[in-house]
Nanobody, 128 residues
Framework: QVQVVESGGGLVQTGGSLKLSCTAS????????MAWFRRAPGKEREFVAY??????????EYAEAVKGRFTISRDDANNKVHLQMNKLTPEDTATYLC???????????????????WGQGTQVTVAS
């Protein structure tokens, strides 16, 4: 079973930055699309960003709400994906979840139903 573990969450001031990390087990990590989702209190889970395998060009996509502020990247040598978050606002407060697709070399998607393996989440709180 693939294990997904997030880290890096915490409390940050409005306008500040935070970098989240996700480690996913498995030798097929480099061939799978990884994504970040988030769930704010009382809200539905929403897409944040995804990154395709580097062998496929490493294409990235972002939700409109985070474009220009967040950057997703991957470190295949260490089975990690990161989310650099800048210019944070209270609206970014949420539990951030890392997810992995099951199909090798599949294209990225913003649909949570396309992701099979999920971490438990890491909490990000942005103080106003």
């Amino acid at each position: 079973q693939v294990q997904v573990v997030e880290s890096g969450g915490g409390l940050v001031q409005t306008g500040g930055s935070l970098k989240l990390s996700c480690t996913a087990s498995g030798s097929t990590f480099s061939a799978t699309t990884m994504a970040w989702f988030r769930r704010a209190p009382g809200k539905e889970r929403e897409f944040v960003a995804y990154i395709n395998p580097n062998g496929g060009g490493g294409h990235t996509e972002y939700a409109e709400a985070v474009k220009g502020r967040f950057t997703i990247s991957r470190d295949d040598a260490n089975n990690k994906v990161h989310l650099q978050m800048n210019k944070l606002t209270p609206e970014d407060t949420a539990t951030y979840l890392c997810a992995r697709r099951a199909t090798l070399f599949s294209s990225g998607t913003s649909s949570e139903e396309s992701y099979v393996f999920w971490g438990q989440g890491t909490q990000v709180t942005v103080a106003s």
